[in-house]
Structure formats: C-alpha cells, structure tokens
C-alpha cells in the first residue's frame, strides 16, 4: 500500500484520487485558521512558490480536533488561507486526523511516520513528506517551520 491508494475530498466535497500526484513530492499538512502556528501558512506558500514548476505540491488538510482552531466552513477556510496569506496549494475538506474517525490517509501517514506521541498527531500544522514514489519519508513536528523543511524538499526533487 503506498499514497496512490487513497481517495480524499476536496473543499467543494468532490474526490480526489492521489494518483493525481504520482511524480511529485508532496508536504501534506494538517492546517488550522485560530492557531498561534497560522502564520506558517506564508512559508508554505513561499515553498509552494518556489518549487511548484519542479514537481512540488502542498495539500492542506483543515483539522478542527485541537482547541477547536478550524471551526469554519470549508469555504470560509479556503477564503481565509487566499485573503491572509495568498494560498494557491490544494485545501482540502477539514477532517480529523486521530481517534475513531481519522481520516484513512492521516492513518497512513502516521503509521508510516510515527512522532514523539506515536501514531497520534500532537497539534495543528504537523507535516509528512513524501517522494515521487508516494513513500512516506519524513515527519516534521507543528513548531518546525516550513523553511526548516526546504532541504529536504530539494533533495527530493533531485532525484
């Protein structure tokens, strides 16, 4: 089982199979608009920016489980993330990434790359790289900001 085989919905609520990022490296993020970690959104629009012509997407991942952080909408999520911080990665529907209704990809994710809690996922803005293959390679904790995963973005896309 790798990446390619989940299906995930997007923020108008149509599917979304992960097939369609064969290819390329992804940082796959689980996002809240009320977060003292919000700002981050402007480093991954930067990374975005920079290496989205060489093979690099985002998808953002809206999650209301911690603190109640992402209590809009989709829409109002997506039109916060455009207005704030001029987002033109892929938003995605808000989901939960732990407990019974865990979203299949985020269980995945985790049980590729565990963190500090294990499978769980400690807060808002903790992100998972993946390579060209759809292997999950790394795990980045919610208070490593988006420049500190640039390296290895790079490396990836050389290879």
């Known amino acids: 089982?790798?990446?390619?085989?989940f299906t995930v919905k997007d923020a108008t609520g149509q599917d979304v199979s992960m097939k369609e990022y064969q290819?390329?490296?992804l940082l796959i993020v689980n996002t809240a608009t009320g977060c003292g970690l919000t700002p981050q959104y402007a480093g991954l629009q930067d990374l975005y920016d920079t290496y989205r012509d060489q093979g690099f997407e985002i998808l953002d991942f809206?999650?209301?489980q911690f603190a109640?952080?992402?209590?809009?909408?989709?829409?109002?999520?997506?039109?916060f993330c455009e207005t704030r911080f001029g987002v033109t990665f892929k938003i995605f529907h808000k989901i939960d990434v732990n407990g019974d209704n865990a979203d299949p990809l985020f269980n995945f994710l985790k049980n590729e790359q565990g963190g500090i809690l294990g499978s769980k996922?400690?807060?808002?803005?903790?992100?998972?790289?993946v390579n060209k293959q759809g292997q999950v390679?790394?795990?980045?904790?919610?208070?490593?900001?988006?420049?500190k995963i640039e390296n290895d973005i790079k490396k990836l896309l050389a290879e």
């Open 1 to 5: 089982m790798n990446i390619y085989d």
């Open 23 to 25: 290819g390329k490296v």
């Open 62 to 64: 809206p999650c209301n």
């Open 68 to 79: 109640n952080q992402a209590p809009g909408s989709d829409d109002e999520i997506k039109i």
């Open 121 to 129: 996922i400690k807060w808002n803005f903790t992100k998972f790289l």
């Open 137 to 147: 390679v790394k795990r980045f904790a919610p208070t490593d900001e988006p420049e």
